[in-house]
């Protein structure tokens, strides 16, 4: 099983930045993919930006040019850079990890805790 720990969440003016950290613990055999969702309000948990082992990325059309997601495979760990925020990128946002505990094993998620970003107008 994997563990997801995320820091860098905070309170932020709009225009401002933040970045988002997540390290991955535990037992597995890789990870092939890690990203980044956020939950706003009443609203259902969407997809931010995500990272394959390979280095391949995606993003939502509404943090393209903003966010930048990348990955550190030497200590497990993803980052989201957050530039130009805006008061609707307020949300809990939280980490997920697609990983195998053995090389012919089904693939899982796991998710952390999530980590409050706040953007004020």
């Known amino acids: 099983q994997v563990q997801l720990v995320e820091s860098g969440g905070g309170l932020v003016q709009a225009g401002g930045s933040l970045r988002l950290s997540c390290a991955a613990s535990?037992?597995?055999?890789?990870?092939?993919?890690m990203g980044w969702y956020r939950q706003a309000p009443g609203k259902q948990r969407e997809l931010v930006a995500g990272i394959r082992s390979g280095g391949s990325t995606t993003y939502a059309d509404s943090v393209k040019g903003r966010f930048t997601i990348s990955r550190d495979n030497a200590k497990n760990t993803v980052y989201l850079q957050m530039n130009s925020l805006k008061p609707e990128d307020t949300a809990v946002y939280f980490c997920n990890a697609e990983h195998q505990v053995c090389s012919w094993c089904v693939p899982r998620n796991s998710w952390g805790q999530g980590t409050q970003v706040t953007v004020s107008s």
């Open positions: 535990g037992s597995f055999f890789s990870i092939n993919a």
